[in-house]
């Protein structure tokens, strides 16, 4: 069984992706469902309401779970810690929970909340002020959130798992444009993945892998690798999206500096890591040895 845990303020579109899960036959457990169920046709709702919610819903859960049945939280979860918490709560009953993020631009949010009519849980209308308070104040997760999914638009990025080996092992072979590195090892790509499960990111169009890059972790330096976009996919600003994830992920974990290995000749790539602020480091040179 599988456990989502929805991440999202709101007007995010999270509950209409929790609820294509519903009809797909996951169980789907959510505060404005049952504040809806309690009479409250407006929020904010009593805190002592949604305690008591919290409190049911921990219970399906638990009940759920146990029953083999897949679940997804439709909640916001603003806060690593709140994630934290439920995280652990799902470990305690045997699964790895997923965290799946829908990030949103402020007016969009806007837009989506104010055609909202108090008419049933999905439908409840915030003023501007609650819905700006929801976006600006929210914590999204990072890539060191292990396991995590970003919806954003038609790309997901997400982290690569064992299953994901031979595909990227294919895209490498037609996207990573360095012909001098070893040749690539499909057991030591599912070593990495077993050894570090959150290092390799992975965007994903229409199902098939089309950017990547690893965000490398040794508990001591950060180390950036295979940034790559497949060919039809350049233009769309995925490398600067993988990126971006990279960072937050090494951030998170406590890197002060992050490294990148760059071709000389790769003008296109070169240009790219100049305007994420990345200089080449002339006082160094890379010292190589084959194993």
């Not at 805190?47 to 916001?76: C, F, H, K, M, P």
């Not at 979860?77 to 934290?84: E, I, N, P, V, Y």
């Not at 295979?226 to 993988?242: K, Y």
């Amino acid at each position: 069984m599988a456990v989502i845990l929805m991440c999202g303020p709101s007007g995010s579109g999270k509950s209409t992706v929790a609820r294509r899960l519903e009809e797909s036959g996951w169980t789907r457990l959510c505060f404005d469902v049952e504040t809806w169920r309690h009479d409250v046709t407006s929020l904010p709702a009593p805190r002592e309401l949604l305690a008591q919610i919290e409190s049911e819903l921990l219970g399906r859960l638990a009940s759920t779970v146990n029953a083999g049945e897949d679940v997804v939280l439709d909640y916001s979860f603003a806060t690593r810690g709140l994630r934290d918490r439920y995280r652990a709560v799902v470990a305690d009953l045997g699964v790895t929970a997923e965290t799946v993020y829908l990030p949103v631009d402020r007016d969009v949010a806007l837009e989506r909340v104010r055609g909202r009519h108090d008419e049933g849980p999905d439908d409840y209308w915030l003023d501007d002020a609650t819905v700006l308070a929801h976006v600006d104040g929210f914590e999204p997760p990072t890539f060191a959130e292990h396991p995590l999914r970003v919806i954003d638009g038609d790309v997901t990025v997400r982290h690569a798992g064992a299953g994901d080996v031979g595909a990227l092992m294919e895209f490498w072979e037609g996207s990573a444009e360095n012909a001098a590195r070893p040749q690539d090892s499909a057991a030591l790509v599912e070593a990495l993945v077993g050894r570090d499960p959150a290092a390799i990111l992975v965007a994903v169009l229409q199902g098939r892998i089309v950017g990547s890059v690893i965000a490398g972790w040794d508990g001591w330096r950060a180390h950036l690798y295979r940034l790559a976009v497949a060919p039809e996919a350049r233009g769309r600003g995925l490398a600067r999206r993988l990126l971006g994830h990279a960072e937050d992920r090494l951030r998170s974990l406590g890197a002060t500096r992050f490294d990148a290995m760059v071709l000389d000749d790769n003008e296109a790539g070169a240009a790219l890591w100049r305007s994420a602020e990345y200089a080449p480091q002339g006082e160094w040179s890379r010292w190589v040895k084959p194993a």
